[in-house]
């Protein structure tokens, strides 16, 4: 597994992303287990997970992913770079949720005594609150960095005019420079295309993007005349009807169809071949990849070592040139 730097840092993390979000729900604490055995095995010691994770789940489980994590990071922490985010509901008070200074720092606490560590390689706030001023999150943020909780900041789910905004009030202020962003990026959902991922680029931002599947549905394994099936991610507690609404649609499923044939012609499977496009994105430093279950990772893991010849990725980029274009309308 190749390594490469985490945007203008000096930390060198794996050129994929083992994403956590299905263990302790769609996923127990074994099968999450032999996961993370299979995705090491695999060569990568970059992951990533959140405070609210299980994907799907409800205040009675939020914090169970990170406890995953952490009993089975016992005893080789230090061959890991860890990565969790904070931001999203985890108590009942108003103040357990959002970018305020008191969340933050109360919230790295409570992550670091779930993963069982000092310390987390990357600390991000897991989407946008408006109603904290973006200063004293950046803030709060920084004082993670110099308390040592955390090596680096980093945002997920921010459109491009508000990470360019957090970029350079911390320029101005002298405080700990946003590293990386999560977006949604794939085959199906190119928008970001336009302006988050050149200014990436242009900023020496590290870009970590999360579902380069579609949930799955770039695998090939859905049919649009079936409902979704039970245990999937389109079927999953709270997090169904959200992926629903994000893929299981009529356009997608023929793009989808399409692009098996392309996939039946360069002789890979598609869930490599969606994971290898994203990896063909010069921007793109570290795909989260994920599973359900550890043998749903090989594909993936393939990716890593199969790049796209460049006819191949211009094809790919033509075949779902329309969908970045709707998207960039919605």
Not at 105 to 117: K, M, P, Q, V, Y
Not at 161 to 182: D, F, M, P, T, W
């Amino acid at each position: 597994m190749d390594h490469v730097r985490l945007g203008l840092s000096g930390l060198p993390v794996s050129r994929l992303c083992l994403g956590t979000m299905t263990f302790g729900l769609q996923c127990d604490d074994g099968e999450s287990r032999a996961i993370l055995d299979a995705a090491a095995e695999g060569g990568i010691d970059f992951l990533d997970t959140a405070d609210v994770y299980p994907l799907g789940g409800d205040q009675g489980t939020v914090g169970r992913t990170e406890e995953i994590l952490g009993g089975w990071l016992a005893g080789k922490r230090q061959n890991f770079v860890v990565a969790t985010k904070c931001v999203g509901r985890m108590g009942p008070k108003p103040w357990n949720q959002g970018m305020s200074r008191k969340h933050i720092l109360d919230a790295i606490e409570a992550s670091l005594r779930r993963l069982r560590t000092d310390y987390v390689d990357l600390y991000q706030l897991h989407s946008y609150e408006p109603e904290t001023p973006i200063d004293e999150a950046l803030e709060a943020l920084d004082r993670v960095v110099q308390s040592g909780k955390a090596r680096y900041v980093g945002v997920s789910n921010w459109p491009a005019y508000k990470l360019a905004r957090a970029v350079g009030r911390a320029e101005l202020k002298n405080l700990a420079r946003i590293a990386s962003v999560q977006p949604r990026y794939n085959l199906l959902f190119r928008t970001f295309e336009r302006d988050l991922l050149p200014f990436c680029r242009e900023e020496g931002i590290a870009v970590i993007p999360y579902n380069p599947l579609a949930g799955g549905l770039l695998t090939g394994k859905h049919a649009k005349a079936n409902t979704p099936g039970e245990g999937t991610r389109f079927t999953l507690g709270s997090a169904g009807p959200m992926y629903q609404a994000r893929y299981w649609h009529d356009r997608q499923f023929a793009t989808v169809e399409a692009l098996r044939k392309v996939a039946k012609e360069a002789g890979m499977s598609m869930a490599t071949l969606a994971v290898a496009w994203v990896l063909a994105n010069p921007a793109i430093t570290s795909p989260i990849i994920g599973a359900s279950r550890p043998e749903q990772l090989a594909d993936s893991l393939a990716a890593a070592s199969k790049p796209l010849s460049a006819e191949l990725k211009s094809r790919l980029d033509e075949l779902t040139l329309e969908w970045r274009a709707v998207d960039a309308e919605r």
